[in-house]
Structure formats: structure tokens, C-alpha cells
T-cell receptor, first 115, second 107 residues
């Protein structure tokens, strides 16, 4: 199994509070991703990183920011949480397998509830 | 229209049946992934395909690049195969996901 952890695993917070989720990898992979998973929508990309301090937006980035100050950590911040951000959040890392192909490995997920 | 479409969305099978889940995509891809997610569980990568066919135990995945279509087959299905199966198109360093197929295998 790829070394990828998420913290916290569960969190309940109130509307308007800031929340930071952490993804940590021990694989030294270049690419890291944050997804959210919601019933009826499947998995959707929030932000991703292609290197230290290199990040880009995904399809549902509004209300979220990210930072990657070192290879192993990718942080997702909800500046002011809203109920619509109640979801399960998955981090993933992507590393090369063979020539030109990248496998994705997913973290265990963080269940966030915004009340 | 979604760029990655899966069918069926839900599937119920009896133990031992042969199962097929289909995935069609409309974008150019470098690879196609099949993922598995058990209820309340994490996401596991089953296959990554760029051409042809791959087999792992009772699972077989095929891809037809010209037709932009992939299938996941499960032979001799078992209740422990009950899960959501997700196909994802790998494009430009990112994955584009299908909506998932929820499979339930009854004993």
C-alpha cells in the first residue's frame, strides 16, 4: 500500500469557521490531489499540485485553498466553512509506473460535517 | 453530457454470475483507471489500462482506444465483490471520473 494518510479522519465544525485538512505522503510523489465525494456527483477534483508550491484549480475549487510547502504535505483549507462543503474528502497521490504512466493512490478519506 | 459515462449505474447479481460494467469516454486519454470502493471504505485502484486487456484474479479489464470504451468484467461473482466501481479517464495529469456503478452480489 502506498504511504498516504489524511488527518483528521472525521471532523464536525460550525458554519463560518476555518478548517484545514492535511494529506501526508511518504512516497515522494510529485502529484497530489484533493477530491470531494458526494452522493449523485461522484468524485470531483478540488485542487491539485504538480510540485512544491505549484498548484492549480480543479472543477470545484470555489471556497477552497491549498498549500504545498514540502513534497510530503498537501493542505486543503476551507476559509469559512459552509454546509455545502459537508462531504467526504479524499487525497490522492500519483506516481510513475513504467514509462509515461502514472498510478493514483488514494488516502482513507476525511468525513467533514459543517453544521 | 459527462465526459466519462458508466453503465449500468446500479447492478444486482446472484453469486456466481458473470458481471460486466461499461465505461465510455469522449476525451483523449493517456490511460483509463478502474477503481473500487467498498461501502464506507477507501478507494482502491484495480487497473490502469492504456491498451488491450489486463487480468487480476477474477477481474478482467479491457479497453478499445478506437471506440473509446472500456469494460470491467467479474467472473464467478461473490458477495465480497459488492462495492462501487468507478472508471476514470487520465488526461493531462488529472482524472475525470465516471459516476460509478453500485454492484450488489446476493448469496
Amino acid at each position: 500500500d502506498a504511504g498516504i494518510t489524511q488527518s483528521p479522519r472525521h471532523k464536525v465544525t460550525e458554519t463560518g469557521t476555518p478548517v484545514t485538512l492535511r494529506c501526508h505522503q511518504t512516497e515522494n510523489h510529485r502529484y497530489m490531489y484533493w477530491y470531494r465525494q458526494d452522493p449523485g456527483h461522484g468524485l470531483r477534483l478540488i485542487h491539485y499540485s504538480y510540485g512544491v508550491k505549484d498548484t492549480d484549480k480543479g472543477e470545484v475549487s470555489d471556497g477552497y485553498s491549498v498549500s504545498r510547502s514540502k513534497t510530503e504535505d498537501f493542505l486543503l483549507t476551507l476559509e469559512s466553512a459552509t454546509s455545502s462543503q459537508t462531504s467526504v474528502y479524499f487525497c490522492a497521490i500519483s506516481g510513475p509506473v513504467g514509462t509515461g504512466f502514472y498510478e493514483q493512490y488514494f488516502g482513507p478519506g476525511t468525513r467533514l460535517t459543517v453544521t | 453530457k459527462n465526459e466519462v459515462e458508466q453503465s449500468p449505474q446500479n447492478l444486482t447479481a446472484q453469486e456466481g454470475e458473470f458481471i460486466t460494467i461499461n465505461c465510455s469516454y469522449s476525451v483523449g486519454i493517456s490511460a483509463l483507471h478502474w477503481l473500487q470502493q467498498h461501502p464506507g471504505g477507501g478507494i482502491v485502484s484495480l487497473f490502469m489500462l492504456s491498451s488491450g486487456k489486463k487480468k487480476h484474479g477474477r477481474l478482467i479489464a479491457t479497453i478499445n482506444i478506437q471506440e473509446k470504451h472500456s469494460s470491467l468484467h467479474i467472473t464467478a461473482s461473490h458477495p465480497r465483490d459488492s462495492a462501487v466501481y468507478i472508471c476514470a479517464a487520465h488526461q493531462g495529469g488529472k482524472l475525470i471520473f465516471g459516476q460509478g456503478t453500485e454492484l450488489s452480489v446476493k448469496p
